[in-house]
Nanobody, 128 residues
Framework: ELQLVESGGGQVQAGGSLRLSCSAS????????IGWFRQAPGKEREGISC????????YYTDSVAGRFTISRDNAKNMVYLQMNSLEPDDTAVYYC?????????????????????WGQGTLVTVSS
């Protein structure tokens, strides 16, 4: 079974940090681009970051650049999102997604509706 499972969400005060994890199984993980997305209450899902299968390329949207860092460990089938300097506007359900078709970048993020695999999400709440 192809599966992505997110973990690491929780409640944190503004200025704090969290690290999200995404565990993959059932497919050749190191062949896939992986991204992180989020959906705030009452808003559309948005992409925030992605990383290429080889780890050579990373991409961040302006809203998280400089605060969030994406990484992956292909030996462990894991992707991480280190989130620093969290703000109340970062409150959302965070999802990881995977797709065989490259390249990670702005277009890949923008076309999130067509990505192949999705996790169930993990909730991040940032209080002021």
């Amino acid at each position: 079974e192809l599966q992505l499972v997110e973990s690491g969400g929780g409640q944190v005060q503004a200025g704090g940090s969290l690290r999200l994890s995404c565990s993959a199984s059932g497919f050749r993980f190191d062949d896939y681009e992986i991204g992180w997305f989020r959906q705030a209450p009452g808003k559309e899902r948005e992409g925030i970051s992605c990383i290429s299968s080889s780890k050579s390329t990373t991409y961040y949207t302006d809203s998280v650049a400089g605060r969030f860092t994406i990484s992956r460990d292909n030996a462990k089938n894991m992707v991480y999102l280190q989130m620093n300097s969290l703000e109340p506007d970062d409150t959302a359900v965070y999802y990881c997604a995977a797709d065989f078709v490259p390249p990670c970048g702005g277009s890949w993020i923008a076309n999130w509706k067509y990505l192949e695999l999705w996790g169930q999400g993990t909730l991040v709440t940032v209080s002021s």
